[in-house]
């Protein structure tokens, strides 16, 4: 059973970057060959599929978030990571990681932490 958990700062100021980890137990983040994705729920609005990092260390991003965001791991703590630059207050969502046999694929979540963005 895998089990995924997220964590980071739950407030953030404008213009600083986010930056949360996913810490996953009960398989490993290079297993072939699934995708490890962040995914983002804006109050009252559907969910965003951020990008994801394969099993191979490939990246992946939503075009629209492309030019702010970075995912990386750490194959050592089998954790991987989001980066969002530039945040604003439309970035104030829950995350979610999830991973899938495909990208926007999503057989396992995590529950979710609340980011707030605000000064």
């Known amino acids: 059973q895998v089990q995924m958990e997220e964590s980071g700062p739950g407030l953030v100021k404008p213009s600083q970057t986010l930056s949360l980890t996913c810490s996953v137990s009960g398989g490993s983040i290079t297993t072939n060959y699934y995708y490890w994705s962040w995914i983002r729920q804006p109050p009252g609005k559907g969910l965003e599929w951020m990008g994801a990092i394969a099993y191979s260390g490939s990246t992946y991003y939503s075009p629209s978030l492309k030019s702010r965001t970075s995912i990386s791991r750490d194959t050592s703590k089998n954790q991987f990571t989001l980066q969002l630059s530039s945040v604003t207050p439309e970035d104030t969502a829950v995350y979610y990681c999830?991973?899938?046999?495909?990208?926007?694929?999503?057989?396992?979540w995590g529950q979710g932490t609340q980011v707030t963005v605000s000064s």
């Open positions: 999830g991973r899938g046999g495909g990208i926007r694929e999503y057989d396992y």
